[in-house]
T-cell receptor, first 115, second 111 residues
Framework: GAVVSQHPSRVICKSGTSVKIECRSL??????MFWYRQFPKQSLMLMAT?????????EQGVEKDKFLINHASLTLSTLTVTSAHPEDSSFYIC???????????FGPGTRLTVT | RKEVEQDPGPFNVPEGATVAFNCTYS??????FFWYRQDCRKEPKLLMS???SGNEDGRFTAQLNRASQYISLLIRDSKLSDSATYLC????????????FGKGTHLIIQP
């Protein structure tokens, strides 16, 4: 199998606080992990590509200082939303690339609500 | 800008009918294509990859037309459980590239 977990599944935080979301590949080592964001009735939008041991590559328009990504091991990537604001409320989904095909394996997502 | 365009629907289809979706992609360098299924408030799940030669998986058939840069999905003998949003997806090359998702086509199968 190729299972990816995310934690937490749901989080509510106050404006100005920081939130950390974890993405783990449970039964494989992920050469690359990706972070997406999905607003209601919108498509998933790639935020950044994360490679273990190196700096993440951010998509145009995504602030790297606001969305901190750490990929400390081949099974764990974290996304920290710093100084969250209500407009950051969204569904954040990670995916992992096992390196043996084009397929990506998605985590169950984290629903962030900033009040 | 890499884009994938789909008709958002909704497509209201009676159970047992055949339904087809198309999507177009703008990045001519895209090399791999997929259809994902997303249920409400859930993560997307891979339905099938799409190859130039066309591929079939049970009731589902996917086709890729590189010359016209469009991808299709055909669902035969639709079931109530097929109700979902179908996402057309392309990437730009090797496995290290992120995926570009269409906004999805919403399908409702009616009893």
């Amino acid at each position: 199998g190729a299972v990816v977990s995310q934690h937490p599944s749901r989080v509510i935080c106050k404006s100005g606080t920081s939130v950390k979301i974890e993405c783990r590949s449970l039964d494989f080592q992920a050469t690359t992990m990706f972070w997406y964001r999905q607003f209601p009735k919108q498509s998933l939008m790639l935020m950044a590509t994360s490679n273990e041991g190196s700096k993440a590559t951010y998509e145009q328009g995504v602030e790297k200082d606001k969305f901190l990504i750490n990929h400390a091991s081949l099974t764990l990537s974290t996304l920290t939303v710093t100084s969250a604001h209500p407009e950051d409320s969204s569904f954040y989904i990670c995916s992992a690339d096992r390196g043996d095909s084009y397929e990506q394996y998605f985590g169950p997502g984290t629903r962030l609500t900033v009040t | 800008r890499k884009e994938v365009e789909q008709d958002p629907g909704p497509f209201n289809v009676p159970e047992g009918a055949t339904v087809a979706f198309n999507c177009t992609y703008s990045n001519s360098a895209s090399q791999s294509f997929f259809w994902y299924r997303q249920d409400c408030r859930k993560e997307p799940k891979l339905l099938m990859s799409v190859y130039s030669s066309g591929n079939e998986d049970g009731r589902f058939t996917a086709q890729l037309n590189r010359a016209s840069q469009y991808i299709s999905l055909l669902i035969r003998d639709s079931k109530l459980s097929d109700s979902a949003t179908y996402l057309c997806v392309a990437n730009s090359g090797g496995g290290a590239d992120g995926l570009t998702f269409g906004k999805g086509t919403h399908l409702i199968i009616q009893p």
